[in-house]
Nanobody, 119 residues
Framework: VQLQASGGGLVQAGESLRLSCTASRRIVRWSNMDWYRQTPGNQREWVAKITSAGAISYSDSVKGRFTISRDDAANTMYLQMSSLKREDTAVYYC??????????????WGQGTLVTVSS
């Protein structure tokens, strides 16, 4: 299974953007799916998580502004980002834990999608 992240781009501060993370194959079972972000010279930072049971959590830096969701039928996870700030500028990565397609399960990183917020 591969994850394809998309939806990044250049926006003004205060605007919104929606990221998508789509699996290349049908996922029959999974544990957690997360969004991370990374800026040059820094470690990857956890942003949000959604579990298979529907539990959701956010980092303090994005709580109240970002919304994580999923569409199991489309094998896709989303990150709706609102009230964007310059400090949200980063490459965003999706990460799936325990993704099972058929009898094969794995932890998978998607490739990054760049979000740039200008003031």
């Amino acid at each position: 299974v591969q994850l394809q992240a998309s939806g990044g781009g250049l926006v003004q501060a205060g605007e919104s953007l929606r990221l998508s993370c789509t699996a290349s194959r049908r996922i029959v079972r999974w544990s957690n799916m997360d969004w991370y972000r990374q800026t040059p010279g820094n470690q990857r930072e956890w942003v949000a998580k959604i579990t298979s049971a529907g539990a959701i959590s956010y980092s303090d830096s994005v709580k109240g502004r970002f919304t994580i969701s999923r569409d199991d039928a489309a094998n896709t996870m989303y990150l709706q980002m609102s009230s964007l700030k310059r400090e949200d500028t980063a490459v965003y990565y999706c990460y799936g834990i325990g993704l099972c397609s058929g009898s094969v399960c794995s932890n998978v990183w998607g490739q990054g999608t760049l979000v740039t917020v200008s003031s």
